[in-house]
C-alpha cells in the first residue's frame, strides 16, 4: 500500500471516530454530518491533488472540474456514504479526464471511500438530467470540489435556467420516480423495519422538496424556499426537525454496523432506544416510544412533502377555468364542479379559519366524492395549524358526524383532519395513538394509520357488489357508527390494562363529547368492547359445537349487531396487514356469521341434536352407503354412520363423509396396519385435507402427535386440527398448507404422486409405535429478515378455560413460532395423558395462538390447580427446546 494511501486511511479513521465522539455526545445530526463531510472533502482533495500531480503542466486541467453531487454534494453524509463525484470536462479534456479517473476511483477505493464517479461533459450532463430523474435530481445538489472553477460556475449556472424552463416536465419524472421508490421500500407508517433514506416520509421525501425546489425556483437550500414564500413557515420547522432526527438515526446505523446501512432493524430499533435513554410510558414500551418519535417525523415529513408536491403540479389555468365555469354552487361561499369542491377566493380567509365550516366542506367533499381544490385546502391547512385548539362547538360536531355517515372518500379525508391534529380536538384521546407502534411482526402499521385503513376497508365494500360483506356493509343504515367504532377501536391502545377494556372506556367520553343517544352510545361501547370476539371464536373455537354458537348468539343478542360486528372484524382485520386477512380466515368468519345467523333467523342450533341439517347430512350419506357399498360391508358402514358424533355430522360435507366410511369398510385391518391416511384439496376451505383414520383400543393423543410430526417433517403447516371418536376409531383431520407456499385463493397443483407418499409416511410413522419422531425440516430465511429472539417481547403463556363448554377444558397456547413447536406440543400432552378432542392452529406471522379441546383419560376436565400447572409447564418447555 503505497504511503499517502495509508495517510488517507488513518485520516479517514481517524475522522470517523472523531465524529462517532460527536454523536456519542448527542451533537445534532447535522453538525456531524458536516463534520463527515469536511472529512471526506480532505480525503478526495488529496487523492485529486495526488492524480493531478504528474499532470501539473498539462493546460487540458484548466478543462477539468472535480464536482460533488448528491448526499456527498449535500454534505448531509453518514459515515459510510458513498462518495458521488462527476468530472466535468470540456471535449479537449477528455482523454486527460479518463486517466485521472481512473486513478481517482483507484484511490478513493483503497482508502476506504466507496465512490460512484462519472465523466461528463457539460452538455452531457444536461442532457442526461433533462430525460433521467435519478440523473436530475443527484446533479440539482452538485457542489464544486476542484479544477477549473469557470467551467463548474458556467455549467451550473446553465443548468439552473435549463431545469426552470423545463421544469414540469422534471417535476413529473421526480415524482414518479419518487413514487416508484417509495413502492419498492414500503410506507415508513406500516414498515416493520424501514429504511430511513428511502421509505416514505424518510430523507427522500426532504430531497424531493430540495429537487423540486431547484426545478421550479433553481434553489434546493431549504431556509431559502421559506424566503421565497415556497414552503410554509411551519413546514419549514417540522422539516428541519425531522431532518436533523433521521440523520442522527442513520449515523446510528452506521456506527453500530460499520458500514452503509439504512435499514432500521427491530432488533436495532430496541438498542437505540436504550441507548438514546427512551424510558417507556404506562403501556408502551422504550422501543415502541423511540419508533412514536421517529413515525412522527416521518409522518411529517410526508405531509409537508405531499403538500409541497401539490403546490407545484397545481393545475394550469385553462383546467381551472373549465373547472369553473362548469361549477355549480353549493352555498353562499362553496362552489363545486366536476372533479373538485372549493370556497370562493373572497370569503376563503374567513372560511378557513371557522372549524364547523371546514367540516362542513370536507361533509360536501366526502358526500359528492370530490376532492378540495389545492388553493382551498392550502388556506385550510395555513390557518388551521394557527389556530389554537378548542373544544369543538355543536356545528363541528354535527359536520363531523356527517362526514362519518358516507363512504365517499372518507378516509383520506380522515387522514387530512389527522394531520392538521382536527381529530385531536374532537377526540383528544386520539393523540396516544399518533404513530404508536406494535412492536410484534403481526401488525404492520402504527395505530393510528391501520386505524384509517379499517375505515378505508369498510368504504371499499361500497362497490364490493360480489361478496356477502358488501351486501352487509351496504345494509348497514347509519354508517356512521360503524366508521366511528373503526376509528377508535384500538384508541385503548398503550395502556397497561386490556385495549378493549380501556377502549370501551374512553368510546363511552367519545360518544358524551359527540353528543350520541343513548343506543348509539352504547352500540359504540359495545363494538369497541367486543371488537375481538369474532376472532377468538372463529379462530380458536369448534364452531360445530352447538355451545360455541349458542354462547356468542347470547353475547351478540341481535341480527343488527352481528352485521356490525362481523363488518368491523373484517375491516379490523383487513387493515392489519398485507396478507392477514386470508381467504382462510374470511372462510372461518363467514361460517360462524352463518351459524349464528342461521339460529337467529329460524332458531335452530347449527350442531345441536335438533339441527335438521344434520338429519339432512346423516341421510344423504347414508344415500350414498346404500349406492356405492357393498351387501356384504353395507350393514358395518351403517353401524359407522350411526356411530358418528353431531359435531363431525355438522362440519363435514356428506359425499366427503361417506367416501371415509366405505374406506374404513374395506379396508384390510390387522395388528400391523390399523391406519388409513387420505388426502384431497378442501375448495371450502382452500387448504389441502389429511384424513387419518386410526383403529384404537383405547383413546390415545399418540396419533395426533405422529400425524403433525409426520405432516411437518414433509414441509407442511398445519392451520386446523379436528379429532374425532367413531366408536373404535380415532378419527382426525388435518388441513394443511405448503409451508413454502402458503394460504392461496387457488387450487395449488397437487402431485398424486407426492401426496400418496405423504399419506403412506404419517401411516407408517403412526403404526411404528416405536419408530423415533421425524425432525422438521431446516427452513432458510433471508439473512435480513432474521432476528434474535431479543425482539420477542411478547410473553408466552398457557390458558385454562373451563367456562365456555362443557365436556372439555379449553387449553389456549400463545408464544413465538418454531419449526415443529406443534407437534412437540402434542407429543407434550400425550405424555401428561390427555385425550385431544379438537385443535385450532392459528399462526400470525411469527406468533401462534393455538387452542386444544381436551379431557383427562376418564373425560373429566382439568380441574384441578396442581394439574393445571403441571401441563402448562410441560407445554412451556417445549418452546426453548425446538
Known amino acids: ?231 410554509p413557515e411551519e413546514d419549514f420547522r417540522l422539516m428541519r426537525r425531522a431532518y436533523g432526527f433521521m440523520l442522527r438515526v442513520r449515523h446510528e446505523l452506521h456506527f453500530r454496523s460499520g458500514k452503509s446501512q439504512d435499514v432500521l432493524d427491530r432488533p436495532t430499533q430496541m438498542d437505540i432506544a436504550k441507548a438514546w435513554g427512551y424510558q417507556g410510558d404506562d403501556g408502551v414500551l422504550p422501543v415502541e416510544q423511540f419508533m412514536q418519535d421517529y413515525f412522527d417525523n416521518t409522518r411529517n415529513v410526508r405531509y409537508s412533502s405531499a403538500y409541497f408536491v401539490d403546490d407545484a403540479r397545481s393545475r394550469s389555468l385553462p383546467a381551472r377555468l373549465t373547472e369553473s365555469a362548469l361549477s355549480r354552487k353549493m352555498s353562499d361561499n362553496i362552489r363545486m364542479g366536476p372533479t373538485s369542491i372549493w370556497v370562493r377566493q373572497d370569503a376563503l380567509k374567513e372560511f378557513s379559519n371557522s372549524l364547523p365550516d371546514v367540516l362542513g366542506l370536507m361533509s360536501l367533499a366526502n358526500q359528492h366524492t370530490r376532492r378540495i381544490s389545492h388553493r382551498t385546502w392550502q388556506a385550510i391547512r395555513n390557518a388551521m395549524r394557527e389556530r389554537e385548539p378548542s373544544p369543538p362547538d355543536e356545528r363541528s360536531i354535527e359536520s363531523f358526524l356527517s362526514l362519518l355517515s358516507r363512504p365517499g372518500r372518507l378516509a383520506d379525508l380522515l387522514r387530512r383532519l389527522h394531520e392538521l391534529r382536527i381529530i385531536e380536538q374532537l377526540i383528544p384521546e386520539f393523540e396516544r395513538m399518533r404513530g404508536l407502534l406494535q412492536f410484534n411482526a403481526y401488525h404492520k402499521y402504527t395505530v393510528d394509520a ?55 372506556r374512553i368510546a363511552e367520553k367519545v360518544a358524551n363529547r359527540l353528543n350520541l343517544s343513548s343506543s348509539d352510545s352504547e352500540m359504540l361501547r359495545w363494538l369497541v368492547l367486543k371488537h375481538l370476539i369474532v376472532n377468538v371464536v372463529a379462530f380458536r373455537h369448534d364452531l360445530s359445537d352447538p355451545q360455541i354458537v349458542l354462547s356468542f348468539a347470547a353475547e351478540v343478542g341481535s341480527i343488527r349487531r352481528l352485521e356490525m360486528l362481523v363488518v368491523h372484524t373484517y375491516c379490523d382485520l383487513t387493515a392489519v396487514g398485507p396478507g392477514v386477512a386470508t381467504q382462510w380466515k374470511l372462510n372461518l368468519i ?107 383400543d383405547y383413546l390415545t393423543m399418540g396419533t395426533f402427535a405422529r400425524a403433525t410430526a409426520a ?62 419422531m421425524p425432525k422438521p425440516p431446516k427452513t432458510w430465511s433471508p439473512k435480513e429478515l432474521s432476528e434474535p429472539d431479543s425482539v420477542n417481547v411478547l410473553p408466552k403463556k398457557v390458558v385454562f378455560d373451563n367456562e365456555s363448554i362443557d365436556r372439555y377444558t379449553i387449553i389456549s397456547f400463545f408464544a413465538y413460532n418454531r419449526v415443529g413447536l406443534l407437534s412437540r406440543i402434542a407429543l407434550a400432552m400425550s405424555q401428561q395423558k390427555l385425550n385431544l378432542s379438537f385443535a385450532k392452529i392459528d399462526t400470525h406471522i411469527d406468533q401462534v395462538a393455538d387452542v386444544f379441546y381436551v379431557s383427562e383419560q376418564d373425560g373429566s376436565k382439568l380441574i384441578d390447580p396442581e394439574r393445571q400447572e403441571t401441563v402448562r409447564q410441560a407445554m412451556l418447555s417445549v418452546v426453548d427446546d425446538v
Open 711 to 772: 405432516l411437518a417433517a414433509n414441509g407442511f403447516d398445519i392451520q386446523r386440527a379436528q379429532i374425532e371418536t367413531v366408536g373404535d376409531f380415532a378419527w382426525d383431520y388435518f388441513w394443511v398448507v405448503d409451508s413454502k407456499v402458503g394460504l392461496s385463493d387457488q387450487e395449488p397443483e397437487l402431485d398424486a404422486r407426492t401426496i400418496d407418499a405423504v399419506s403412506n409416511r404419517v401411516r407408517d410413522l403412526i403404526d411404528s409405535t416405536q419408530q423415533p
Open 450 to 504: 391501520h386505524s384509517f385503513l379499517a375505515v378505508e376497508a369498510a368504504t371499499d365494500l361500497q362497490d364490493d357488489l360480489e361478496s356477502g360483506m358488501g351486501r352487509r356493509y351496504r345494509r348497514i343504515e347509519d354508517k356512521r357508527l360503524l366508521h366511528l367504532a373503526l376509528l377508535v377501536h384500538d384508541i385503548g391502545k398503550g395502556y397497561e390494562e386490556d385495549h378493549c377494556i380501556v377502549g370501551e
Open 590 to 696: 363467514e361460517d360462524l356469521y352463518r351459524r349464528t345467523r342461521r339460529y337467529f333467523d329460524s332458531g335452530d342450533l347449527p350442531g345441536s341434536p335438533d339441527d335438521p341439517e344434520i338429519d339432512r347430512t346423516r341421510n344423504r350419506v347414508d344415500e350414498q352407503l346404500i349406492k356405492h357399498c357393498s351387501a356384504e360391508l353395507l350393514p358395518q358402514a351403517r353401524e359407522l354412520l350411526s356411530d358418528m358424533p353431531l359435531s363431525l355430522l355438522s362440519r363435514c360435507e356428506a359425499d366427503s363423509l361417506a367416501a371415509e366410511i366405505m374406506a374404513v369398510g374395506a379396508f384390510d385391518w390387522d395388528d400391523d396396519r390399523r391406519t388409513i391416511c387420505m388426502a384431497g384439496y378442501d375448495n371450502a376451505v382452500q387448504a389441502l385435507r389429511f384424513v387419518v383414520i386410526r383403529r384404537e
Open 1 to 231: 500500500m503505497r504511503p499517502f494511501i495509508n495517510r488517507c486511511r488513518e485520516m479517514l479513521e481517524a475522522g470517523r471516530e472523531k465524529a462517532y465522539a460527536q454523536h456519542r455526545l448527542g451533537s445534532p445530526g447535522m453538525q456531524v454530518s458536516t463534520l463527515l463531510a469536511d472529512l471526506y472533502d480532505d480525503v478526495v482533495l488529496e487523492i485529486w491533488h495526488q492524480a493531478i500531480a504528474q499532470h501539473g503542466d498539462d493546460d487540458r486541467l484548466s478543462g477539468l472540474a472535480l464536482v460533488a453531487h448528491g448526499g456527498f454534494g449535500r454534505r448531509d453524509l453518514a459515515p459510510y456514504s458513498d462518495a458521488d463525484l462527476m468530472l466535468l470536462s470540456t471535449r479537449g479534456s477528455a482523454d486527460l479526464a479518463a486517466k485521472i479517473a481512473g486513478n481517482l476511483t483507484r484511490d478513493l477505493s483503497d482508502c476506504g471511500i466507496d465512490p460512484g464517479l462519472s465523466i461528463r461533459s457539460p452538455a452531457e450532463a444536461c442532457s442526461l438530467s433533462w430525460t433521467d430523474a435519478v440523473v436530475f435530481s443527484s446533479l440539482t445538489e452538485s457542489r464544486f470540489l476542484a479544477g477549473g472553477l469557470q467551467l463548474y460556475r458556467k455549467f451550473f449556472d446553465s443548468y439552473r435556467l435549463g431545469a426552470k424552463r423545463r421544469s414540469n416536465r422534471l417535476i413529473k419524472n421526480i415524482v414518479e420516480a419518487r413514487r416508484e421508490e417509495r413502492s419498492k421500500w414500503g410506507e415508513t407508517n406500516y414498515m416493520l423495519r424501514p429504511n430511513v433514506k428511502r421509505s416514505s416520509g424518510a430523507l427522500r421525501d426532504i430531497q424531493l422538496i430540495r429537487w423540486i425546489g431547484f426545478a421550479r425556483f433553481g434553489e434546493t437550500d431549504l431556509e431559502r424556499l421559506l424566503k421565497l414564500g415556497a414552503l
